[in-house]
């Protein structure tokens, strides 16, 4: 059975950092495109950042370059969420998801299994 374990999430003021963790289990995780997805309140979940199973390739979207780092550790089976320069506009609960087999992490479509989620709040 596949999990997927999220920690790390809490309170940051504005400007702060984050790092989110998700640990796997239950399949061959070197082989799975991995990625983060966020909710906001009132507002719909969607992608936000993703690594590919061979870690080569890395998608984030606009709102999110150059502040968050995705990055994989296959020995340790766990994907990571590296979150600096934190915003209000960030605050969300965030979920771990697992990608294709093979996948690039680029598509939402890819993805089929989400941890519990991790809730990430940003004061201003």
Not at 62 to 91: A, C, H, W
Request: proline residues 2%; positive net charge.
């Amino acid at each position: 059975q596949v999990q997927l374990v999220e920690s790390g999430g809490g309170l940051v003021q504005a400007g702060g950092s984050l790092r989110l963790s998700c640990a796997v289990s239950g399949l061959a995780f070197n082989n799975y495109a991995m990625g983060w997805f966020r909710q906001a309140p009132g507002k719909e979940g969607d992608i936000v950042i993703g690594i590919s199973w061979s870690g080569a390739s890395t998608y984030y979207v606009e709102s999110v370059k150059g502040r968050f780092t995705i990055s994989r550790d296959n020995g340790k089976n766990t994907v990571y969420l590296q979150m600096n320069s934190l915003k209000p506009e960030d605050t969300a609960v965030y979920y771990c998801a697992l990608g294709r087999q093979y996948g690039s992490g680029r598509y939402a479509h890819e993805y089929n299994h989400w941890g519990q989620g991790t809730q990430v709040t940003v004061s201003s």
